[in-house]
């Protein structure tokens, strides 16, 4: 299982690797690393389904990723997963790494997470700062920055003199954005402790124009999360999903539900159906190929208007309640009242907590015979470029990220870990759902950390939005969604 595990990680984070171009390499309410209390704000669980977060992919990642997916199990039923997992850097057996600290003792480090009090993650990283500072490290004040405000504020308060000295986790496309502005420190891999125990292939999800600008943690995507009493046997196609559901549809109770309006999940369905967002050719992402308005991003568009509307399956009116549509059907499925959706595994704790005897399976095959390609994100942790105590600040970046860290952290949000001797703990190992988290990763497009993408998630939500609630005939569909790629287009050159 171990081999099997370190053989779809390598696989899935190699798909990263060539689409992000290669190796080369005012606060809130805050604590204190001893204090009890800590900022109250944002939630750091929707962050990998943020629409801001999430960035776009090509139609040539997605065939690759499946096919490298496929050459994986295939792999590993035939015992070459040894040999593969020793080439991306991972052994049969990987010593835990040196969790001490190294660095410089400062007053006190700053760190800014999206995780907010109470939540159990933030407990997780209050945990890990206690014990940095008992292991001889400096006291960390954790402060919670919410989703939406995080990189306005980060851009704003770095420069100013007023950021935190270590920021994350966040997805690495964030990251490309710090680094263009210049806020994000340059680091080399030799700083890293034990830096080959991350897959090579990780380290390109942190990667701008050969510069390395953050240290990875986890990788991640979502997949099809269903109640195991309502659903014993998940499904393995769109029109047996369709059944199941909604043979369980009655009264109060669906049989699926998930935020049809957000682009991060509509992404699994357009790249499925063949689309893309940026071409991808000789390492580059083409940002003047825009492709949501192809025949495929057509037959995608009108699949999700069909969805909701036809009852294929049928879903909960809240799933196209763009305020809602998140915390509503993950409380209902908490309640037992949703029996299947696509989510991540930030969601695996919610629905522990809620007594929910649930599964994780790979996300079914469309209609045209071809899997769901969701979005694949690495998320990591950087340095401020302009924080007064950079060498103090890698070495905390360094333990929130090291083999015992990051297993406290998996306990409540079990994410694949990048870390080898990570993957191949017992804890980890021990997460019934972790190999097909991992499947379900290496069938998924990785999110460039490009810039332009920033322009791409509003035209192409708006339009989507006027598509589905408008129902909007057949032959505006296309007319639409050349709308939207003008609009991502012009706004791309006004960043130029």
């Given at each position: ?65 499946t096919a490298a997916s496929t050459a994986a199990s295939t792999a ?242 809240v799933a196209i309640d763009r305020a809602n549509m998140h915390t ?22 919610p629905l522990q907590r809620a007594g929910i005897n649930y599964g ?137």
């Amino acid at each position: 299982m171990k081999r099997i595990a370190s053989l779809i990680l390598f696989v899935m984070l190699a798909s990263i690797l060539a689409a992000c171009g290669g190796t080369d390499g005012a606060a809130s309410n805050a604590v204190t690393a001893e204090a009890t209390t800590a900022a109250s704000v944002g939630t750091g669980t929707d962050s990998t389904a943020s629409a801001a977060a999430s960035i776009a992919a090509s139609t040539d990642a997605a065939a690759a990723s499946t096919a490298a997916s496929t050459a994986a199990s295939t792999a590993a039923s035939t015992e070459a997963s040894g040999a593969a997992s020793t080439a991306a850097g991972g052994n049969t057996t990987v010593a835990s790494v040196d969790c001490t600290p190294k660095g410089p003792k400062v007053d006190r480090l700053v760190w800014w997470t999206r995780a907010a009090e109470g939540e159990p993650l933030f407990e997780s990283f209050k945990t890990v700062a206690q014990n940095y500072q008992a292991a001889g490290g400096s006291p960390v004040e954790i402060v919670t920055v919410i989703d939406a405000e995080f990189r306005n504020k980060m851009s704003i308060s770095a420069p100013g003199g007023e950021g935190p000295d270590v920021f994350g986790p966040i997805a690495h496309d964030w990251l490309g954005e710090f680094a263009l502005q210049k806020i994000a420190l340059p680091l080399q891999r030799e700083q890293i402790t034990s830096s080959d125990d991350i897959i090579d292939s990780a380290y390109a999800a942190a990667t701008a124009d050969g510069q390395l600008y953050g240290i990875p943690a986890w990788v991640e995507s979502v997949a099809l999360i269903y109640n195991k009493d309502l659903v014993p046997n998940p499904p393995k196609t769109w029109d047996e999903l369709v059944q199941t559901a909604n043979s369980l549809t009655q009264g109060d109770v669906y049989g699926f539900g998930f935020p049809l309006l957000e682009q991060y999940h509509e992404g699994g369905f357009f790249n499925g159906f063949g689309s893309y967002i940026f071409k991808y050719d000789n390492g580059q992402f083409n940002i003047e190929d825009i492709g949501l308005n192809n025949d495929a991003g057509v037959q995608a568009a009108k699949f999700l208007r069909d969805m909701y509307y036809q009852k294929q399956p049928q879903l909960p009116e809240v799933a196209i309640d763009r305020a809602n549509m998140h915390t509503a059907q993950e409380g209902m499925m908490e309640e037992g009242k949703i029996a299947m959706t696509i989510n991540g595994p930030w969601r695996e704790g919610p629905l522990q907590r809620a007594g929910i005897n649930y599964g994780v399976a790979v996300l079914p095959t469309l209609p045209n015979g071809e899997p769901m390609v969701p979005f694949l994100g690495v998320q990591v942790f950087g340095v401020n470029a302009y924080g007064k105590n950079q060498e103090a600040a890698i070495d905390f970046a360094n333990f929130v990220t090291c083999t015992d860290s990051i297993v406290e952290q998996f306990k409540v949000d079990p994410k694949t870990p990048v870390r080898q001797s990570a993957l191949q703990t017992s804890e980890v190992q021990s997460n019934p759902n972790i190999e097909t988290w991992n499947e379900q990763a290496a069938q998924g497009v990785p999110m460039p950390n490009i810039p332009a993408m920033g322009q791409v998630w509003k035209p192409w939500g708006d339009v989507m939005d006027a598509i589905v609630l408008q129902q909007a005939p057949d032959d505006q569909i296309k007319p639409l969604l050349d709308t939207a790629v003008e609009q991502i287009k012009a706004a791309i050159a006004q960043t130029q």
